[in-house]
Structure formats: C-alpha cells, structure tokens
C-alpha cells in the first residue's frame, strides 16, 4: 500500500468547499456532471499520483450524468472516493460499480434531500423572513438565510465525512465476504432501471397534430398514448443511443436537436 | 449608468449562489434588500422582495425545466418600481415578461452553450488535464452570471418596455422549437450513461424502469425502491444457485435482439 495515495481529512475538506458550486455549471445534457468532477479532483489527483491512466479514466468516469439535491452531494462524493481509493489500489475492483451506484443512489438521495430542502427547510425559512421582511424588516432576508444556511452547511460538512467512512467500511466488508460481485450486479439493475425512469419523466417530447378537424379531430397524442406512453421520449432515446454506436459526437447530436426542435415546430409537427 | 451597473453586479453575485452551496441568495426576498440598498429605499425593496418571494414561492427548479427567472425578474422589477414610484402590483406585472425572456436567454445557455464547454471538458479528460476541466466549470457558471448581469443592466439602462419588445420579435417557433429541443436534450445524457452501463444481459431492466415510469407515474424515489428490492431478490435468486444457469443462457440466447436498439 502506498502511502503517497492516502486520503486525509484535508483532502476531504477541500471537496467539501468544492461541492459549493455543484450547480454551478448545471446543463440540460449532463446536469451536475462537470461541477461533481470538478468537486473530485483534488481526491482522484491524490489517488492516481502515478497512474496518470487511472486519472484519465476516473476524470471521464465523473463526467458521466449526475443530478441530486445540491446540499447533501457530498455524501455521494464521498462514497465516491472511498470506491475511486479501493479502485486505485485493486487491480480486481469494477470499474463500472462506481458509476452504478451513483446513478442507483441519485434518484433516493434527491427524493429525501429534495423534500426536506426544497420542502420543508425552505418554506420554514420563508415563511419566518417573509413575515419580517413584509413589514420593511431588514432582518427578514439575514434570518432567511440563516436559517436555511446553517443546517444546510452542517449537514453538508457532517455529510462529507460520513460518505467516505460508509464508503470504506461498506468496501472492505464486500471485499471480505467476496460478495462485491453480486453488489456490482445488483447495483447495475438498479441503476439501468432509474435511468429507464429518468427517461421516462425528463426526456419530454409530445405533439400537437390533429387529424381532421373541429369536434371530430383526433388528436394524434391520444393515439400515441394508447399505443404507448412516452412513445417519443423513448423512440428519442433510441436515435440518441444508436447514433452515439455509430460514433456521431455529442455535440453534433445536441445542435442536431436545437435544429429538429425549431423545424418541427416550424412546420407544426411539435 | 451606475445605478444599472450596481443592480447588473447584483444580478451578477446573485447568480453565483450556485457557486456558493445553492444557498438561496438569488432569492426576491434578498435581492430585493439589495435593490433597495442600491435603489435608495432599502424598507421598500424588502417589502417588495417579500411580496415577490411569495409570488415566487412555488417557482422552484424540479427535474429537468426551470421557472422564470426570479433573478433578473425580481431586481428589475423592484428596481423600475422604486424609481416610477409605483406600487407592488405594478412590480409583479413588469417582472413577468422581463424574467421569461431571461428565462430563454438561460434555456440557450443551459442547453447549448454549457454542454459545448463540457465537450471541451471531454477532451480535456483524455489527456488528464485537470486544470482545464476546472476551467471549464468555472467559465460555465460565471458565463452565465455574466450574461443575467448584462441584461439586468442593459435592461434597466434602455427601460422595461423594450424587453417587452423584443420578446414580441423572437418567432414563437423559435421559442417553441428551442422548449421542444430543450426537452429532449437529457435524453443525450441518459443515452451516455446507458451506454457505459448496458450489455446485452441488462438491457431489459432499462425497459422495466422506461415502463414502470411511463405506465404508473409513480416518482423516481418509488421506482428506485421496487428497483432496489427487485435487484436485492434476483442478487439473492442468483447467489442461491436457482437463477445462475438462467442468466448464463440468457446471455446466449439474447444477442440479436438488441443490435439494432
């Protein structure tokens, strides 16, 4: 084991501030990814010191599709470098489990952060600085955002520390019992299920087109619908991952898009 | 002048509150402290920013679309209100138009413009370069603070009725096809993902979770649920020996069905 690769509390503290700016760079194509390696490569600069193959891997790894409650992304990061760390001294460790369980846990992790941040904590907080502020109290906005601020930050920090050491333990366990194989299987099905979910409710596509006219118009989307749901979504999804098989490059793919949106609505087929 | 430069620096820093821990800060209700500070009447730009904040309140990013945005919305508003003297409902009336026509300037950014720097990023990747991958995050994000400073500031300096203008101009099958392109863009990220994880064994699994969703509209946490129980049971099936021989002749039977997906 190599000395040189061990992560200290200051290497996870500096991920810690660098997960501030996790929606800083949010996009429509891959969401939170660019600021999750962003937050990252001080750890995986570390891990792979003298695996400069290792790093390039782990850099396209963590540009994959990433979306979750902003506040609590660290407990993700976390876990995250504790499997980059095991994946860094194993030559045996799946390389794709990384990414699996990220994409598994997204989903659950933003449904518990979402409702508690964006629900509840949110709402405490404006309602408490709104009923300030609407009396022309300067102290309404700095009592909205300590209230929001402070247990947001805490949880964050706690947060980050706490995924790492889930993340070992949670490893070294697997790797003790040998189970890290069935972990990875599961984790794979899991995780092709949430982005078949994903799919299914981000990726919107729906058409206006009306055969006939007036009351007796049949509205092609109804049709479509009793053929089957998301029948366009899916039928985009498909193009997409056919067309990158054949090598076509994102970007092309993305202005191709920009360009069959302003068509199709040109000529009124969306 | 310099009054349209302090509320384009206001828009500017309030934007840089996803560089700050998402920590609300581009809030109306702190915004509009802000305005008043820079406006002269720092009870009235709280009041306002109060009465905005609630309007606001439902307008939250959920999943993949974005509401109207609340910054440049709330600062010109409260802004133009302070300055013509007139009252909080006038504020909610100018800030409507003014936070849509942002809201499309971000939608551009957001889909076109970020996704090219991450291209940059890709690249970057392969060689290992760390730096230039920070860079393109950084530019990302203060790109766009740049970009709602500039037309908080543009916007105020020429006044509210030109930006209701120049919505009017835009073709609205240019808005509309940028809404379409802008819901089918996560379909490009999905398909990446996919296609580091799927083999020829898993692919069905894509399908239950495509269905489960499009069938039932039960919510990513719930299909993530069933998903996990579903993935612990066939761990379980597999490990006891009764679903092993199954897999391995799945992987045997399957391969032509999905070569052309």
């Known amino acids: 084991?190599?000395?040189?690769?061990?992560?200290?509390?200051?290497?996870?503290?500096?991920?810690?501030?660098?997960?501030?700016?996790?929606?800083?760079?949010?996009?429509?194509?891959?969401?939170?990814?660019?600021?999750?390696?962003?937050?990252?490569?001080?750890?995986?600069?570390?891990?792979?010191?003298?695996?400069?193959?290792?790093?390039?891997?782990?850099?396209?790894?963590?540009?994959?599709?990433?979306?979750?409650?902003?506040?609590?992304?660290?407990?993700?990061?976390?876990?995250?470098?504790?499997?980059?760390?095991?994946?860094?001294?194993?030559?045996?460790?799946?390389?794709?489990?990384?990414?699996?369980?990220?994409?598994?846990?997204?989903?659950?992790?933003?449904?518990?952060?979402?409702?508690?941040?964006?629900?509840?904590?949110?709402?405490?907080?404006?309602?408490?600085?709104?009923?300030?502020?609407?009396?022309?109290?300067?102290?309404?906005?700095?009592?909205?955002?300590?209230?929001?601020?402070?247990?947001?930050?805490?949880?964050?920090?706690?947060?980050?520390?706490?995924?790492?050491?889930?993340?070992?333990?949670?490893?070294?366990?697997?790797?003790?019992?040998?189970?890290?194989?069935?972990?990875?299987?599961?984790?794979?099905?899991?995780?092709?299920?949430?982005?078949?979910?994903?799919t299914s409710q981000m990726v919107s596509l729906t058409t206006p087109l009306a055969i006939g006219q007036g009351e007796g118009a049949v509205v092609v989307q109804n049709i479509l619908n009793d053929i089957m749901p998301g029948i366009l979504p899916l039928a985009t999804f498909g193009a997409v991952y056919y067309l990158l098989g054949k090598n076509v490059k994102p970007l092309t793919i993305l202005l191709g898009m920009a360009i069959f949106g302003i068509l199709g609505s040109f000529i009124g087929i969306f | 002048m310099i009054t349209a430069f302090l509320l384009g620096l206001i828009a500017f820093v309030s934007q840089c509150e996803y560089a700050l821990g998402t920590s609300l800060i581009c809030r109306p209700i702190v915004t509009g402290l802000l305005t008043g500070i820079v406006m002269g009447d720092i009870k009235a730009g709280v009041i306002m920013g109060a009465t905005l904040e609630l309007a606001f309140i439902g307008s939250f990013s959920v999943g993949g679309s974005l509401p109207p945005d609340v910054i440049t919305g709330g600062i010109l508003a409260i802004a133009f209100s302070i300055a013509s003297k007139s009252g909080v409902e006038t504020v909610l009336l100018l800030a409507l138009p003014i936070a849509t026509f942002t809201l499309i300037m971000k939608n551009l950014y957001n889909g076109i413009i970020i996704p090219m720097l991450l291209h940059k990023a890709d690249d970057y990747a392969s060689e290992g370069n760390c730096k230039g991958i920070e860079r393109m995050h950084l530019l990302s994000g203060f790109g766009l603070s740049l970009l709602l400073g500039v037309i908080t500031f543009v916007a105020f300096y020429l006044g509210g009725d030109v930006i209701t203008n120049l919505l009017k101009m835009i073709p609205t099958f240019v808005q509309r096809g940028l809404e379409v392109a802008t819901g089918i863009i996560p379909a490009l990220g999905f398909a990446m993902l996919a296609r580091l994880l799927l083999n020829k064994e898993l692919v069905v699994y894509l399908f239950l979770g495509f269905f489960i969703?499009?069938?039932?509209?039960?919510?990513?946490?719930?299909?993530?649920?069933?998903?996990?129980?579903?993935?612990?049971?066939?761990?379980?099936?597999?490990?006891?020996?009764?679903?092993?021989?199954?897999?391995?002749?799945?992987?045997?039977?399957?391969?032509?069905?999905?070569?052309?997906?």
């Open chain 1, 1 to 198: 084991m190599k000395t040189s690769n061990k992560i200290t509390d200051k290497d996870l503290n500096r991920v810690f501030l660098r997960s501030f700016s996790m929606e800083f760079s949010w996009n429509y194509e891959r969401q939170m990814s660019l600021a999750y390696v962003y937050a990252m490569i001080p750890a995986l600069k570390k891990l792979y010191a003298d695996n400069r193959e290792g790093l390039i891997k782990a850099l396209k790894r963590h540009l994959e599709f990433f979306n979750m409650t902003p506040h609590i992304v660290t407990l993700m990061l976390g876990i995250s470098i504790a499997m980059e760390k095991e994946n860094s001294e194993s030559d045996s460790f799946d390389e794709n489990s990384i990414n699996n369980i990220k994409t598994a846990l997204m989903g659950p992790l933003s449904g518990i952060g979402d409702s508690f941040f964006w629900g509840t904590l949110r709402l405490i907080a404006t309602g408490i600085g709104t009923s300030l502020a609407l009396k022309g109290n300067i102290l309404g906005p700095i009592i909205f955002l300590l209230i929001f601020n402070i247990p947001h930050i805490i949880i964050r920090y706690i947060f980050t520390k706490m995924g790492y050491r889930l993340g070992t333990e949670f490893l070294s366990r697997l790797e003790k019992t040998g189970t890290m194989k069935k972990v990875t299987y599961g984790a794979s099905i899991l995780g092709l299920i949430v982005i078949g979910a994903m």
């Open chain 2, 213 to 261: 969703a499009a069938y039932t509209g039960i919510p990513l946490t719930g299909i993530a649920i069933f998903g996990a129980i579903l993935a612990i049971i066939l761990v379980n099936v597999s490990s006891n020996g009764v679903g092993v021989r199954e897999t391995v002749s799945n992987t045997q039977g399957g391969e032509l069905e999905d070569e052309d997906f």
